[in-house]
């Protein structure tokens, strides 16, 4: 791929992207900063390995959400309770540090019509977990990819994340999780739904 995806936060145009060897001497600019001798033998396949790794840490900006969420189940279009994932895991890195983020997504909406295979919803958190982020801007972009795609009734997400910029570097209090939820439709407008979808959340 020649060319950056643009559909994510950021970007106003397609940004050219740099090529293997780029990335890898980047790398090296790192490790000299950092103090440390790239051409020395323990470092020598380091800036590959990071270059390799970057590429699938961050695979969620070749992908789209939408691709995923097109694909439904007509035949089960007659449900129209709640439809709840629970505990989804992922990673993903702040876009402030670029140190990891390490949490779990819960994920319900209301069909209006196609129901979705339950592995879509955890691709859907993948994808987006595989970008630069914020915890509140993911929680916001997954549950705006489902109800975009998929038009339910409603969409409720419920994120809660421990944030190795807090826990490595700065204010480093160890064990802190944040917690951030989103609501659209008869989740955001109905306080009963939205009661029920925290029962079944943190029902265990």
């Known amino acids: 791929m020649d060319a950056i995806v643009k559909n994510f936060p950021g970007t ?3 940004q050219a992207r740099p090529t293997q060897q780029e990335a890898e001497e980047a790398v090296r600019v790192l490790l000299r900063w950092a103090g ?3 051409s020395r033998e323990g470092l020598l396949d380091t800036p590959k390995r990071v270059a390799a790794s970057y590429r699938e840490l961050f695979s969620g900006y070749d992908l789209a959400a939408e691709d995923v969420l097109g694909r439904t189940f007509e035949e ?8 709840l994932v629970r505990d989804i895991p992922f990673f993903s890195h702040c876009e402030h540090h670029m140190l990891p983020i390490k949490g779990k997504a819960t994920i319900a909406y209301l069909p209006s019509g196609p129901v979705l295979g339950l592995s879509k919803i955890a691709r859907v958190v993948e994808i987006f977990g595989r970008r630069l982020q914020t915890q509140e ?3 916001a972009q997954i549950a705006q990819a489902i109800q975009n795609t998929l038009k339910p009734r409603g969409v409720a997400v419920l994120i809660e994340a421990e944030h190795m910029c807090m826990e490595m570097r ?9 917690l951030t939820t989103t609501f659209t ?3 955001k407008t109905n306080a009963a739904e939205q009661a029920r979808f925290f029962t079944l959340a943190r029902n265990r």
């Open 170 to 178: 700065g204010v480093q209090k160890h064990g802190s999780h944040t």
């Open 76 to 83: 089960m279009s007659g449900f129209d309770d709640i439809v």
């Open 185 to 187: 439709g008869e989740f």
């Open 12 to 14: 106003q145009e397609k």
């Open 137 to 139: 801007n993911m929680t």
């Open 36 to 38: 440390d001798d790239p």
